[in-house]
Every structure is written in C-alpha cells, then in structure tokens.
C-alpha cells in the first residue's frame, strides 16, 4: 500500500485543525518537494505553555501507532511528540518560541527560496544528495559548498537577500531563475 501525499496525510490526521491554537506550520521536505520514501512531515507549533501544547497532542494523538512524546533539557524546553499515520511518520514540535522564529521553519524559509532561484539543476543536486543519505541541511550545504557546521551555514543564509543568494548559487554553478514567490 503507497503512501498518500503528505497533504491528504495532514488531512486525514486533522493535525492542522487540532493544533489550530498552536499555530501549526508543515516544513521539512515534503512541502519543498525533496521528500524520500523515508521522509517523515514536520508540524512546528509555538507552544508558550508547554504544558498545555503536551496535553492537547496527547489527547488527540496518543492512540496513534508508535506514539512517543518528550520534552527537551534545552533552556525552553520544547516538547516533541512523534507517531506514525496514513504510511508518514509525523514529528511534531512546539517551543515557547513563535513559529517564524524557530530554526526549523528558518531553515525551510531559506531553502524553499533557494530552491525558487536555483531551478531544476539545483533541485536536482540536492535530490541526489538526499538520496545518497544527506539530511536536509547537510545537502544543501554541500551542494551550495558552504564551510562549516552545514546548520548554521544554511541558518545564516536566511539573513541574506536574494542577489545574494543567486550569487551564491552561480558560485556553485547553477544559474539562478528569475525569482518566483515560494508557492
């Protein structure tokens, strides 16, 4: 039995509708279009009371097959849940931090608009790096040959405009596109 698309899994689940007050932001590759049989959804959510965001996705997800929640030491202590539905593993992630601030949704930002400048070759590499094994992060950074921790390299890419980043993408030898809004 395949998969179904990762927005009919998102329907399906309700996930968007029970995490409404939470501000719920799908990001990862599925919506970037570099999803791997492997891939899992990823729903950020700004959770100033963590309590609460634990409670609400306990309640509504818990009977999920694989269901594991937890809470992170780190100094605001996110709560990441995670269960398996409709063939798509889901990792659910809320932090007292608003969803535009977060690494992640940062991350995705950043590459989504790379992915917009960079055209087919550029997606291209990036898919073959996944494929190879990369994560995400690590294949962007390697494909664009960034230095560095390849999170942080593509974190400090979100500060830059888009000249620069079409630059940065013919340095690496994709010829940019003419910018296309992030659909």
């Given at each position: 039995m395949a998969r179904p698309d990762y927005r009919e899994a998102l329907r399906r689940?309700?996930?968007?509708?029970?995490?409404?007050?939470?501000?719920?932001?799908?990001?990862?590759?599925p919506p970037l279009g570099l999803d791997l049989p492997t891939?899992?959804?990823?729903?950020?959510?700004?959770?100033?009371?963590?309590?609460?965001?634990?409670?609400?996705v306990w309640n509504t997800f818990s009977d999920e097959a694989n269901f594991?929640?937890?809470?992170?030491?780190?100094?605001?202590?996110?709560?990441?849940?995670?269960?398996t539905a409709h063939g798509w593993l889901f990792e659910v992630f809320g932090q007292a931090r608003p969803v535009s601030e977060q690494n992640g949704w940062r991350h995705f930002v950043v590459e989504r608009r790379l992915?917009?400048?960079?055209?087919p070759a550029f997606r291209a590499a990036i898919v073959s790096a996944r494929t190879q094994g990369m994560k995400t992060e690590p294949a962007f950074s390697a494909v664009l040959r960034l230095a560095g921790d390849p999170y942080r390299a593509v974190a400090e890419l979100g500060q830059r405009d888009d000249a620069s980043l079409m630059h940065l993408l013919a340095a690496a030898g994709f010829a940019a596109e003419q910018f296309r809004p992030p659909k």
């Open positions: 689940t309700g996930i968007i509708i029970a995490l409404a007050e939470f501000d719920p932001r799908v990001a990862g590759t891939s899992d959804i990823d729903v950020l959510c700004h959770a100033p009371d963590p309590n609460k965001f634990a409670a609400v594991a929640i937890r809470r992170w030491v780190a100094a605001d202590r996110p709560v990441i849940a995670s269960f992915l917009a400048f960079g055209g």
